[in-house]
């Protein structure tokens, strides 16, 4: 009786583990990567990616530029967001105040692009990410396997 109770409860934790813990902000995917161009030459262009991983693959992350979600990223996918010019902050809507997660401050310019990269963080009881810097060159060399997303 106690095997089948701790069967139970080994497969109701892989489940949890599995399907997530949050809600996350619908997206559709909308094509791929086509390069690291700006649409709007009086701001800047931010693409954050996530690889494509088993770890962590049916986790979706909402991404907050300057507190506002701009996008979110399902296992394998990108996003980009025009940015006004100066400091933006980039961070997973996680529990960044709780030490759970960090993101990025970056100094943006008028038609430039910036790449940031979301990688995960474990812990027990939810789920963290970080937000990085990368430079356009491995961005572009990762971003190109990835599915392009937008929010519905």
């Known amino acids: 009786m106690n095997f089948n109770l701790i069967k139970i409860f080994a497969i109701s934790l892989a489940a949890v583990g599995l ?3 949050t ?14 161009s ?12 996530r690889d494509k991983n ?25 996003f980009n967001v025009a940015a006004d010019p100066g400091e933006n902050k980039v961070e997973p809507k996680t529990f960044t105040n709780y030490n759970f997660g960090k993101g990025s401050v970056i ?29 356009t060159i491995q961005c572009e060399n990762e971003i190109k396997s990835l599915n392009k997303v937008e929010l519905k």
Request: charged share 15%; net charge negative.
């Open 23 to 36: 809600i996350s902000t619908p997206v559709v995917k909308s094509g791929g990567f086509e390069s690291l």
């Open 19 to 21: 399907i997530g813990c």
């Open 54 to 78: 088993f770890a962590g693959a049916a986790n979706q992350y909402d991404v907050m530029v300057n507190g506002v979600i701009a996008g979110s990223l399902p296992n394998g996918s990108f």
């Open 107 to 135: 100094s943006v310019e008028k038609g430039k692009p910036y790449c940031l990269k979301l990688t995960l963080n474990f812990c027990m009881q939810c789920k963290s990410a970080d937000i990085n810097v990368v430079d």
């Open 38 to 49: 700006n649409t709007d030459p009086s701001k800047g262009e931010i693409f954050v990616y």
